[in-house]
């Protein structure tokens, strides 16, 4: 149960000066973070983050799609249209300035820092998830910009989603296996 995740705070959240509050949010939970780093990405990194696998292109689309109906819009466009149009935005957008990659570990991890976040549209995101506290941004007003949506993190999905991409962003030797003073508290010997 205890999990990897990988956490990118992305051109919005470095460029509003806002780190230091992301991680502290993190951390104040309970998760532990095992890498740390400022990068600068590359297209072809960043290409293999966002990857045009045409199922995880329609599910943006499809995001969109909802995003649009929570606030009485239709969106006109098809689904992988729509998640390719975003994803050549995204790819524009989280090369154009750098960016800070995390590993966090902890129990349910994927799960807790999803949590955390909030929903992929900051508008439908509750306060009190980064999302919902720091803005407001929607995949509409994106669209109208032609950018993608500013939602300040990435956070991987599921556990398998953060395999893969912790080895895209990370070589072993940044990964530091460490003990939080807390986890005597949460994790006894044996259980
Ligand atoms: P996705 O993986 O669906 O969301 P999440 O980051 O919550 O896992 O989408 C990846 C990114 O694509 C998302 O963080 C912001 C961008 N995006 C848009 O710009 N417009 C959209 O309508 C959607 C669904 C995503």
Request: overall charge neutral; aromatic content about 6%; hydrophobic content about 40%.
């Amino acid at each position: 149960m205890i999990e990897k995740t990988l956490v990118l705070i992305k051109p919005d959240g470095v460029q509003r000066g806002l780190i230091g509050e992301i991680i502290l949010r993190f951390e104040k939970c309970g998760l532990k973070i095992i890498g740390i780093k400022m990068v600068y990405a590359s297209r072809e990194l960043a290409g293999k983050h966002y990857t045009d696998d045409e199922a995880w292109l329609k599910s943006v689309g499809e995001k969109s799609i909802k995003s649009y109906e929570n606030q009485g819009k239709k969106l006109t466009v098809d689904p992988l249209t729509q998640g390719k149009q975003v994803r050549e935005w995204l790819l524009d957008y989280i090369t154009a300035s750098p960016i800070v990659a995390l590993i966090l570990e902890g129990h349910n991890a994927v799960r807790n820092v999803r949590k955390i976040v909030g929903p992929t549209s900051p508008a439908d995101a509750a306060p009190g998830t980064i999302r919902g506290d720091f803005t407001f941004d929607t995949p509409m007003l994106g669209d109208m910009q032609k950018r993608p949506v500013q939602n300040l993190i990435h956070a991987s999905g599921s556990v398998e989603e953060a395999q893969t991409e912790i080895k895209i962003w990370f070589k072993p030797e940044e990964i530091h296996a460490w003990k939080r003073i807390d986890e005597d508290l949460l994790y006894r010997e044996g259980n």
